[in-house]
């Protein structure tokens, strides 16, 4: 997912595709455990997505507190 993906979508957006990657990356951490992991490297891709859609709503939360500050 690249970042400019992230910020076209919308605040309830992400907080759904966050809540969907932390699913897969539940289910890709059984996985490993299980020894049934195929695609290793998508566990870091997960992760790092994870990351960028955190920011993305830290970024906005600030932004919207300077605002309100402003006024």
Request: hydrophobic share 40%; glycine share 2%; no cysteine.
């Amino acid at each position: 997912m690249k970042p400019a993906e992230i910020r076209a979508m919308k605040d309830e957006e992400l907080q759904s595709r966050l809540m969907e990657l932390k699913k897969e990356q539940f289910n890709l951490r059984f996985q490993k455990a299980a020894g049934q992991l195929e695609n290793t490297a998508r566990i870091r891709a997960v992760r790092r997505d994870i990351a960028r859609i955190k920011t993305e709503m830290t970024a906005r939360r600030k932004q919207k507190q300077q605002e309100a500050a402003a006024n």
